[in-house]
């Protein structure tokens, strides 16, 4: 029989309350621990996902042999001191993006992970859908001929208030940290580092860059568009687009979706998916194969990757003049 996995969650907010939905459907995956800064919160968050341990503090369940790993959905500027006090007492991290605030923190939550031999990844769910296989399956079989130009998006409305995540700066707020990771990502993955990258912030009232536009142009001809938003109810669709046909992956595009395939001129055809799960079940199945195996990182989502991930949004913020804290002090959190 396959060894059950017991997670842990750190922090009780939005995404946690999916994962722990998502962990509920994941065979052989107990969600075993919550922990969060106050009893109270812990407590409401294992009554509602019936989840046996409730801790009022991280410390805690980093130490609790029950568990096997601990996912961290905390605000970005939290990312790497959570991981580190979890790594640092040996135990496996699956750990939110933008997986922390700038390379220099991405670099010592790898070299942490190695020196305790203990699991990391990002939990970069759209990695593991099955759309996105199909997605770099079609562009490596030439179908869509030489892929020329990606069209990607991600806008969400998000009510303004300064005090919350996506605003708030010393929470890590802004587009391109929370969503314009998205279109950065699937560019990255598709097509490598760009050799030019071109962009312009609006920054709001807090501070942080409430929609970004971005151009990526690459030596040979290839160009990126990309953009992010706050306040803009955009299409949220990627276009990938060749010579001789295109893919869209639909509205949502980040999420379990269909895609459209269109060659020349003939009429698109719609690729569906057996979906299952609410999409974060994906990157949980993967943490588990990952764990049963004895594999330090994911082979589909490997720490280097996370790596140059972190590298090319500091490039882009440094073309941008988006900084944070995290800059400023040269960044260590311990
Ligand atoms: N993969 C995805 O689809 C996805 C979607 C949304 C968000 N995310 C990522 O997940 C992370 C959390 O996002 P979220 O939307 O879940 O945020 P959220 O709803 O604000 O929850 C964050 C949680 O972190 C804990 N926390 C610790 N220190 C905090 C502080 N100073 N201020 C506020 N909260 C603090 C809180 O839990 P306690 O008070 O219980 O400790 C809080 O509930 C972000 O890095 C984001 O990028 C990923």
Redesign the pocket.
């Known amino acids: 029989m396959e060894k059950r996995i017991n997670w842990g969650i750190i922090?009780?907010?939005?995404?946690?309350g999916?994962m722990a939905e998502a962990l509920a459907g994941v065979e052989g995956a107990t969600l075993a621990a919550v922990a969060?800064?106050?009893q109270e919160?812990?407590n409401g968050f294992a009554r509602m996902h019936r989840v046996g341990t409730a801790y009022g503090s991280y410390e805690e369940i980093a130490v609790d042999p029950a568990i096997d790993v601990v996912y961290v959905?905390?605000?970005?500027p939290?990312?790497c001191e959570n991981t580190l006090l979890c790594l640092r007492s040996g135990k496996a991290v699956l750990c939110?993006?933008?997986f922390a605030m700038n390379e220099m923190e991405v670099v010592q939550m790898i070299s942490a992970a190695r020196e305790h031999g203990v699991f990391l990844m990002e939990?970069f769910?759209t990695r593991f859908l099955p759309s996105i296989d199909r997605v770099l399956e079609l562009v490596a079989s030439g179908v869509l001929g030489d892929v020329r130009h990606i069209n990607s998006d991600f806008g969400a409305i998000t009510r303004f208030d300064p005090d919350h995540?996506a605003f708030n700066k010393k929470?890590?707020g802004g587009s391109l940290l929370?969503i314009g990771i998205y279109p950065v990502f699937l560019t990255l993955l598709l097509w490598g580092e760009p050799d030019l990258i071109a962009g312009v912030p609006h920054i709001g009232p807090t501070g942080v860059d409430e929609s970004l536009a971005l151009v990526f142009k690459y030596d040979d001809g290839r160009i990126a568009t990309l953009f992010s938003s706050f306040t803009v109810n955009s299409t949220v669709e990627t276009h990938i687009c060749g010579t001789k046909g295109r893919v869209k992956l639909n509205r949502m595009w980040f999420c379990p979706v269909p895609l459209e395939l269109t060659i020349g001129d003939k009429p698109s055809q719609t690729i569906q998916f057996d979906y299952a799960g609410n999409g974060y079940n994906y990157e949980a199945e993967e943490v588990s194969r990952c764990l049963r195996s004895g594999r330090k990182e994911s082979d589909l989502l490997p720490l280097d990757f996370s790596l140059r991930l972190i590298r090319l949004l500091d490039r882009i913020r440094k073309e941008t003049g988006l900084v944070y804290e995290a800059d400023e002090r040269g960044n260590v959190r311990r």
């Open positions: 922090g009780t907010g939005w995404i946690a999916k969060s800064r106050t919160k812990a959905a905390t605000p970005h939290l990312h939110e993006k933008p939990a769910w995540r929470l890590g929370d």
